[in-house]
Nanobody, 120 residues
Framework: QVRLVESGGGLAQAGGSLRLVCIVLESPFTIETMGWYRQAPGAQRELVAQVTPDGSTAYAESVKGRFTIAREFPKASMHLQMNNLEPEDTDVYYC??????????????WGQGVQVTVSS
């Protein structure tokens, strides 16, 4: 079964950096768009950044200029480099991967989430 392995969360000071990594395991099909989302208690899950198969990216307005997402080929993985962290970035971050299983079917997979905490 497809699994997403997330790493890189933890505690950072304001102005510091963290690097989130997501690796897709056991996928016999093509992984297309991948992204990172975050969700605060009682809130909707919010797109932080995503990268499409052609390398194009999209970012939430609040992280533009501070976060950078990139896909790593040929393996199905990506990273999110988070610089100039702010306390408002504190949240649980989830990796999402879209798996193409046929020409007409695509399936989303989610990681279990990693905690990012930014102090001061």
């Amino acid at each position: 079964q497809v699994r997403l392995v997330e790493s890189g969360g933890g505690l950072a000071q304001a102005g510091g950096s963290l690097r989130l990594v997501c690796i897709v395991l056991e996928s016999p099909f093509t992984i297309e768009t991948m992204g990172w989302y975050r969700q605060a208690p009682g809130a909707q899950r919010e797109l932080v950044a995503q990268v499409t198969p052609d390398g194009s990216t999209a970012y939430a307005e609040s992280v533009k200029g501070r976060f950078t997402i990139a896909r790593e080929f040929p393996k199905a993985s990506m990273h999110l480099q988070m610089n100039n962290l702010e306390p408002e970035d504190t949240d649980v971050y989830y990796c999402k991967a879209m798996e193409r299983i046929s020409t007409t079917a695509i399936r989303p997979y989610w990681g279990q989430g990693v905690q990012v905490t930014v102090s001061s």
